[in-house]
Each structure stands twice: as C-alpha cells, then as structure tokens.
C-alpha cells in the first residue's frame, strides 16, 4: 500500500513568507557590486522588487517533498492507464544517461569533441531500425504527436517529388488516437474517417471506396487502440501500395510487438516509436520525450536534418547535407537524454529480453482480462493483446459510469485506466497493465475492479462521491485544459 495520502493541502510556500527571516545560507557577493542600471537601461527594471518567499530552509524542503507526494506515479501505484504504457523504468537508464561526459556536453560543441555521444544515437537508430524493419531512423521528433506530423511531411515531400501534389487526404480509422487528425490537421492534409468492422479492425469495403489518387497515405495504429492486432495488415499494405500510395504506422503500441513481428516486415513505409512508452523513458510530468520515425528507403532522403553520417576517416558528424529533406523539425538532434536511456534500455536487454517485454505484458493483460470479464463486458470480444477496452455499459444503467469507476480506483490506491476512449466503445475503460507488474498487483487491481462491480449492486453512491480521501475531489479537468492558471496568485489578487 502506498503511503497515506493527506486530505487537506498544507500552505503554499508563497503564503508562508515572514518577512525578515534572516538569510543566513545565502553566501556573501564575491565579486564587485554594480548598481543595476549601470548593467540594464532604467526601462528594463522593476519598479518594485518581486515578492520572493522568504521562508526557511526546512519549510522549502517540506513544501516540495509533499508536492511530490501528492502525485500518482509508476514508482509509487500501479498505473494501468491504457494506449500510454506506464511501465516502471529501470533506475539504470537513468543512471547511465547522466554520466557526466553526456550531461555535461553542450548542444553546440563541435562533432569531432561528443564522437561517444554521436556513437550511441547511430546505434540507436540501428537498433529501432532493426526492431521495426525499417531502413532509416530520425530520433528528432520530440514526442509521439511530432514524429506523426514529421513523417506526414515526409510523406507530403515523397509526394511531390513525384509529381503527385494532390495527394493530401489521410485516411484514419475511427479507433485512432486523437493526436492522428490533429497532426493530419497541423500538417496541412485533409483527414477522411474509415470505420471499423464488428471485430474492431479496418472495413476493406470501407478502405476500398475511399482509396483514389488523392490518398497520401493510411495512419494505422497496430495493435490498434482495442489492443486487437489488425491481421489483414498485409493486405491492406497491398492495396495501398497497389494504388500508389503509403501505409504509415503509429507505432505507440510496439510493446506488443516487440521482438514478434516487424512493421516493415508487413509493409509499413513509415513508422513513429514512442521512446517514452516502450523504451524506458519517463513518461508524463511534461518531461521530455521523444517520438523517432523510421522509413524505408524510398523516403530516407526526405527526413528531417541533421543527419548523422560517417566521414571519410570513420568518424561521426551531424550534416545538413540532404537537399530533399523537409529541413528541421526541432532544435539540435532530439531530446539527447531521452535518447540515451532508450539506448541503454535496449542493450540492457537484448533481443531475448525485448522479446518477452511483449510476451509478458501480452500475458499481463490476457490475465487481468480474463479476471475482470465476468464482472465488466468487453468492448469487443476476443484475447487481446497488450491491453483491453472493458465497457461500463452494464454499470452504467445502474447510474455508475466509467468515470465514476475511475475514481474509485483512485481512492484505493491505483492510478485509473483510460476512460472514454477509444471513442467507439461506449463508457469505455481501457486498461493497459504492462509487462513490469507483479501477478501480486494484477491481483490488487482485478480484486478493486470486482469489489466495485459488487459496490454498483449494493452501495452505488459509494463511487458516485469518490473520491474522498485524495487531496482533492473531482477537478474540472476541461477548464483545467482549455484556460489554465499557469501562476499563482495572491488570493483576492
Ligand atoms: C501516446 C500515443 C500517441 C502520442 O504520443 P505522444 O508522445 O503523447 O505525443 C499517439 N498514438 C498513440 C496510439 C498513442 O498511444
């Protein structure tokens, strides 16, 4: 059990300031002092000074230590959440990252002084070169969002350079993640919806009508959003290809893949992988991420810039070098730290451990799955692969909904499992349980998840009014979203 969570907030450290507490563990200044405005113009200074706590040492300590303990995280709860694959990183992927010869390296140092650095990124595109099949790997793309709109530039730049500029509709399946339309949107193309069969998985009929030669490519997501593997991939891929156009894949979900079978295998021409799902990058807090494509070889030369390439000495550079590219999409080459841990990550576990990275959080959800499917329907029936879509259709009609559940669970010790989404699953909860847990917390998890089944029956109310023992209750998390306080205020201010 985690540690108890307090129910009521302590004082921000901004309302706890007493003015006049000496400042004793400030040193002296040590170089001459200058009166500001000898160093700015008077315009650029502050009327008044800034009203900085001033509180004391221990408080400072206190206030950031709580805040800390008010979050959810993977090293504290469970954190079924599904399609984001919260799995527990290893502390040594952090570790190796900051050793101090790649911490201390500064992004505009010269090539030839972080050839160690420029080393383990090739590798890096080697390996998820390797693990997907693909011939060429960019690690720029900052997150998933932006390597889906880089490779749909990438995309865009293959198709005109063979002269076919009308390809600009991208034809989405309904079970897809939100970021896909939205970087089909930022991108500049036109998003066309293809619907799902009975099985959860692409309608040929569907594809077939809205395939012409104004289709820029298929965004798939495989395994898709229901954790269902799209089996008619190849033939699919096929028809694309056929009719001239390109298959990309959303590759957030490789988990489940990983080490069983290889997009580029089944015909994808360009993928994104989500370092910060399958490979042992932190994920959420607003950390950095990062979201590499990889193509085949028809669009290698359009991928973004810098390059890493070998000089004629064997030595490494970044080069800018590739008149095709679709130029830069982010500063520098990627988020280098990310980047490293995602390396380490790999070699650590080799081709043998990859592989059951997938076999096991395939097994961890067919597991929780066959516990939970009594109790809750399922969205679409069938084994799953690394995660599942139960519904609350059932619960609902007895006036407790999915997000009612969600907050149940919270209130027992366990982060909630995506609710509402995918968008075709009514009262849809979609949990994704990771190769990382023990059978001890699935255990915990499908023990909640039926206790509540049984509450609905006996004491509705009881997740109708969760949660009650967390710091706060229900947030109005649109408000949160669409205008944010990013600052605090004086309360009244
Ligand atoms: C998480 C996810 C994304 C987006 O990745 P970000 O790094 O959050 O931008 C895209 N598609 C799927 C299926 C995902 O699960």
Not at 101 to 118: A, E, I, K, M, N
Not at 335 to 354: D, E, F, K, N, P
Request: with cysteine.
């Amino acid at each position: 059990m985690s540690a108890p969570i307090r129910t009521e907030l302590e004082p921000l450290i901004f309302e706890m300031t007493r003015r006049g507490l000496p400042q004793e563990h400030l040193p002296g200044c040590d170089v001459p002092e200058k009166p500001l405005d000898a160093l700015l113009p008077k315009s650029a200074l502050a009327a008044t000074a800034p009203a900085i706590p001033e509180v004391g040492e221990l408080s400072v300590v206190r206030h950031f230590t709580r805040l800390s303990q008010l979050n959810f995280s993977v090293d504290t709860n469970f954190y079924p959440l599904g399609s984001c694959t919260m799995k527990y990183n290893p502390k040594t992927c952090d570790l190796l990252s900051i050793l101090p010869d790649f911490r201390w390296t500064h992004p505009y140092q010269d090539d030839r002084s972080v050839q160690g650095t420029l080393a383990a990124l090739e590798e890096l595109e080697a390996a998820l070169a390797e693990v997907s099949g693909m011939d060429a790997v960019s690690l720029q793309p900052a997150a998933g969002a932006q390597g889906e709109l880089t490779a749909l530039l990438v995309i865009k730049a293959y198709h005109e350079a063979r002269g076919q500029k009308q390809r600009t509709k991208v034809l989405i399946p309904d079970s897809a993640h939100g970021t896909n339309p939205a970087s089909c949107t930022i991108a500049g193309d036109e998003t066309i919806q293809l619907v799902s069969n009975r099985q959860g998985l692409v309608d040929l009929a569907d594809l077939d009508k809205k395939l012409d030669d104004t289709v820029a490519c298929l965004m798939i997501t495989n395994p898709n959003t229901l954790g269902i593997f799209e089996k008619q991939i190849g033939q699919i891929a096929g028809r694309l290809h056929d009719a001239g156009t390109l298959l990309y894949m959303d590759g957030a979900n490789l988990n489940a893949l990983l080490g069983q079978v290889r997009p580029g295998d089944f015909g994808v021409d360009v993928m994104h992988f989500n370092l910060h799902k399958t490979f042992a990058v932190p994920h959420g807090g607003g950390g950095p991420g990062a979201g590499p494509i990889g193509v085949k070889k028809h669009l290698e030369p359009f991928l973004p810039v810098p390059r890493i390439e070998k000089t004629s000495e064997g030595a490494l550079r970044l080069t800018e070098n590739r008149p095709q590219s679709i130029g830069r999409v982010r500063s520098f080459y990627g988020s280098t730290g990310a980047l490293l841990r995602a390396y380490v990550y790999i070699r650590q576990l080799g081709t043998t451990g990859l592989k059951q990275v997938s076999e096991n959080a395939v097994l961890n959800a067919n597991y929780l799955l066959a516990r939970l499917k009594g109790a809750y329907e399922l969205g679409f029936d069938g084994r799953c692969l690394h995660e599942f879509v139960l519904t609350a259709a059932k619960q609902k009609k007895e006036g407790v909904s999915a997000l009612d559940i969600a907050k149940r669970l919270l209130e027992m010790g366990f982060y909630a499992p995506t609710i509402y989404f995918p968008l075709i699953v009514s009262e849809a909860v979609m949990v994704e349980p990771t190769e990382t847990e023990s059978r001890r917390t699935l255990d915990r998890f499908a023990e909640a998840m039926l206790a509540i089944a049984q509450e609905v029956k006996t004491t509705p109310e009881r997740a109708r009014q969760a949660p009650t023992n967390l710091p706060v209750r229900r947030l109005d998390e649109v408000g949160a979203a669409r205008t944010p306080i990013l600052r605090w205020k004086r309360e009244g201010a």
